[in-house]
């Protein structure tokens, strides 16, 4: 149940042509770090005096590095970017573009489609390194998030639904030490497939990936349960429905000493090879529905 997150580092500011290629550690939380207790790597590998590519993974729990995005970024002049980032899962493609500012900083703006994506502060525009307010936006233009950063680390947030409903706030997304469900790992999994299983749903063709979402709070308990990634009505009820009845409790998230709201994403993939319908499984945080 490994969340891909959005964490930004320190060097000092520099200019896109003439640098060396160079590897970047970096901490929980964007905290600025040796590469004592990594979280995340970035390779920055320079293409030409306008290119440069970015390779991003995270440290796995075998001590293996797990590659999570490439960023592969075009000057078009000193003040605008174009970006094209592409993981696993995830193709995307944003302009950002640069303002100076008095104090020093840059105010950068992503856009996508001619629509405003995140708009903040930064320190240098390779690496962004968030320094003050940031907000971000859903496609249909509501406000996503209002994010506070000192250094690049999060200090505080403000949250809403895509349909301009409240949503939880202060919430982190990478951490020292991650939420754990008490009964175990293999209970949670159970118990999501025992409610497919005993649902009426034809899943015998069901073929893509069911992504829920949901905070894990302070106290250990789970709220804010919502779907991420859906695969129609009947789907995403089935997956809510399983994380709304689940018993037990979470050991909180922990940053810096104190347990904190923590955003946890759970995936489901269904996959469908032309054949009847038999069994299913779950591996790993994964539920696969297996066709033989």
């Known amino acids: 149940m490994?969340?891909?997150?959005?964490?930004?580092?320190?060097?000092?500011?520099?200019?896109?042509?003439?640098?060396?290629?160079t590897t970047i550690y970096f901490g929980a939380n964007g905290k600025m770090n040796s590469a004592e207790n990594p979280v995340l790597k970035k390779e920055i590998k320079y293409r030409g005096k306008n290119r440069v590519r970015i390779n991003t993974e995270k440290l796995a729990d075998d001590g293996s590095w797990t590659f999570l995005f490439t960023e592969r970024i075009t000057r078009k002049n000193p003040d605008l970017f174009?970006?094209?980032?592409?993981?696993?899962?995830?193709?995307?493609?944003i302009v950002r573009h640069f303002e100076p500012q008095p104090d020093g900083n840059l105010k950068?703006?992503?856009?996508?489609?001619?629509?405003?994506?995140?708009?903040?502060?930064?320190q240098s525009k390779i690496p962004l390194i968030f320094q003050g307010e940031l907000s971000e936006y859903y496609p249909n233009g509501n406000i996503k998030s209002v994010s506070v950063y000192e250094n690049n680390e999060l200090i505080s947030n403000q949250n809403w639904k895509e349909n301009g409903e409240k949503y939880i706030d202060n919430i982190f997304y990478s951490v020292q030490r991650e939420p754990r469900f008490l009964r175990?790992?293999?209970?949670l999994h159970q118990h999501v497939?025992?409610?497919?299983?005993?649902?009426?749903?034809?899943?015998?063709q069901m073929?893509?990936?069911l992504v829920v979402g949901f905070v894990v709070m302070?106290?250990?308990?789970?709220?804010?349960i919502r779907i991420e990634k859906g695969l129609g009505l009947e789907m995403n009820n089935l997956a809510l429905t399983a994380f709304h009845?689940?018993?037990?409790?979470?050991?909180?998230?922990?940053?810096?000493?104190?347990?904190?709201?923590?955003?946890?994403?759970?995936?489901?993939?269904?996959?469908y090879r032309e054949f009847d319908f038999d069994y299913l499984e779950m591996k790993g945080s994964m539920l696969y529905w297996e066709i033989n």
Not at 194 to 202: E, L, P
Not at 246 to 270: D, S
Request: aromatic residues 12%; glycine residues 8%; charged residues 25%.
């Open 193 to 204: 497939l025992k409610t497919f299983r005993d649902s009426k749903a034809d899943l015998s």
């Open 82 to 93: 174009h970006i094209r980032i592409k993981g696993r899962e995830f193709s995307e493609r």
């Open 245 to 271: 009845t689940m018993k037990g409790e979470w050991q909180p998230a922990r940053l810096n000493g104190e347990n904190v709201r923590f955003y946890q994403l759970f995936p489901i993939n269904f996959i």
């Open 207 to 209: 073929e893509g990936r």
């Open 218 to 224: 302070e106290n250990g308990e789970i709220d804010g």
């Open 2 to 21: 490994k969340q891909l997150i959005y964490i930004l580092f320190f060097i000092l500011p520099f200019l896109l042509s003439g640098q060396n290629d």
């Open 184 to 187: 175990g790992t293999q209970a």
């Open 108 to 122: 950068f703006t992503d856009t996508q489609n001619d629509q405003v994506k995140r708009s903040g502060f930064t």
